[in-house]
Each structure stands twice: as C-alpha cells, then as structure tokens.
C-alpha cells in the first residue's frame, strides 16, 4: 500500500518485499518457537514440536527445543520457501528472455541455461512427488511425518497435552503478574507483552481472515457478477498524472500508436496492469527490469505486470 500511494517515497519496499518478509517471518516463526514449542501455524492447531528420540521423555512445549531442532527448525521454516520463491522468479525471468531473445547472452552462457530451463520442470517434479510421497506415507502409517521438512528438522509433530496447555497459560500469567524494579527488566517485560499482544493479534487476525476470504470467495462467485456489476458501475477514472517531468521522462506522443519509449510505432504491444499505458515489449521489459517502476506514472511495477496485447488478426 505504502509503495503504491508513494512509489518515490516507499517504492523500495516492493523491491525488497521478499526480504521484508523473510525478516518478519524469521521474527514471528522464532517466537513461536522459543515459547511454544512450534511454528506459528502449528500453535494455532494446538501442535508442538518434540525431537525424534526416545518417546518416553517429552518436555512441556515452554521448555522449548533443543538448540540444535530449533535452529534447523527455524531455517527450515523460512530460509526454504524464501528460496524457493526466488528460484521460481529466476526461471520465469529466464524464460521471458528466452522466449523473446532479449539480451541473448553468449554460446556457453546460453548452452547452460537453457539446460538449467530444461532441467528445472523435472527438479521441481522430483521435489513435489518427494512431498507427496511422504504425505501418502503418513496417511498410510507407514511415516512419523507428514512434510519431509520436518524429517529434516530431527521433529515431530504431536498435539499439546493438558499440562502443555496449563504451562503455557501459567507462563503468560506470569509474565504478565510479574513485579519489576529495575529500567532494565521494566524494558524486557515491556517487549515481553509486546510481542505477546502481537502474537495474540496475528492468532486472532488469522480467524477474521479465514472468514473475510471466504466472503470474497462468495462476493466475486460467477452467480453474484451480475448484481456485483450493478452495485459497482462507475464511471471509468482519468489516467494518472505524470509524476516525474524531468528530462529523462517519457512523455506522451500525439499518435497512440507511437512507444512512448523509442519514439517509434509499436512492436510486440505492451501495457502495464499498474497505468494502463502501451509500449514496445522490448521497450518496457528493459525499463521496468532496470527501474522497476512505470515510464510514465512512477508507479512501483514489476515484470509480471507486463500484460501482452494481441492485434484481432493475430
């Protein structure tokens, strides 16, 4: 929101919104873990964390877990689908320039990846089945566990107990009773109840969005269109002002069909989801890929708001 209302401002925070996330999810995902034993998810279906081992001794979920589970536990937890994500990106990245030749690169470089294109659909393949395999496995009774991840970890998955659910309690009643005489504790019981608010938020945050997706679910259902459109019918806003007239900018050309980029009549047309504006597709790929934000407006944009336009004849 911040990027979009203010892109010269906030615009970065687009840019680094993976890393913003990790970092925040790094912070929630330790929490839970140093307090209750599991992953925020897992806290919120009453399940803890315990390590494969013997099965007779199981520490209450506020002793935490061994350092070694938890810091596999915790990089597990993020570090993986973080660069999961980011590998996704690359390979559609690879696969746009591939596609329209943009910047080809030299005979060895291209050799190697577009073996790396090739490769990546059954890598991928190898990595859903290796999930699915395991969860079949647990169905069955044949695993302890149900995500390979945890296998990974050295834990297991099992529901909090009555004295879990009573430690816990016990524990942020203490922390909320407890007398403190000096700057120092005062802050970190300040913190303390800070993160507990947050936390207690985000549990109680969750709930309410379950269910506010589910009434966007029904609210654009094929059966409501109708009235939704009748509800809705406003007239079309006006372009957006140009946010940027310095010497560098694209300003508008007379003839529509003209790139505002090159100053030429369009090739392979291209708008941005973000303005609505046109330009060559070579044009605006490498604009938005060196600036990442639109010609035109300013706005914050990204390469998967290039939408392709096609001619009737085409």
């Not at 998955?157 to 403190?180: H, M, N, P």
């Not at 790929?285 to 407006?297: G, M």
Request: net charge positive; with cysteine.
């Amino acid at each position: 929101v911040l990027a979009e209302s203010n892109p010269g401002r906030y615009g970065f925070l687009w840019h680094w919104f993976d890393e913003i996330y990790l970092l925040l999810d790094l912070l929630l995902q330790q929490h839970y873990l140093a307090r209750c034993s599991a992953s925020f998810s897992e806290n919120f279906y009453s399940l803890k964390r315990i390590p494969i081992g013997d099965p007779r001794q199981q520490l209450l979920a506020t002793a935490g877990l061994p350092k070694r589970q938890h810091w596999k536990s915790l990089l597990l937890l993020v570090l993986v689908p973080y660069l999961k994500g980011k590998l996704e990106k690359l390979v559609s990245s690879l696969r746009e320039e591939d596609e329209y030749s943009i910047h080809p690169p030299s005979s060895s470089w291209k050799r190697f990846y577009r073996a790396f294109l090739a490769a990546y659909p059954f890598v991928n393949m190898t990595w859903e089945g290796w999930f699915l395999i395991q969860q079949l496995c647990y169905i069955l009774g044949k695993a302890q566990h149900h995500s390979p991840m945890l296998r990974l970890a050295g834990v297991r998955l099992v529901r909090l107990t009555a004295e879990d659910i009573q430690a816990l309690e016990k524990k942020l009643a203490g922390a909320t009773s407890s007398q403190t005489h000096s700057i120092k504790t005062q802050v970190q019981s300040a913190a303390r109840k800070a993160l507990g608010g947050i936390a207690f938020s985000l549990s109680t945050g969750l709930s309410v969005s379950v269910f506010f997706l589910q009434f966007l679910d029904w609210w654009y259902s094929s059966e409501n269109q109708e009235t939704i459109k009748s509800l809705t019918a406003l007239p079309t806003p006006p372009p957006p002002v140009h946010l940027d007239h310095g010497a560098g900018s694209a300003l508008l050309p007379k003839l529509k069909t003209v790139c505002p980029l090159c100053r030429k009549i369009r090739v392979n047309a291209t708008a941005l989801s973000t303005s609505g504006f046109v330009f060559c597709y070579r044009c605006v790929y490498s604009y938005v890929k060196t600036h990442q934000r639109c010609p035109i407006t300013g706005y914050a944009t990204e390469l998967q708001h290039l939408v392709k336009l096609y001619s009737p004849e085409s």
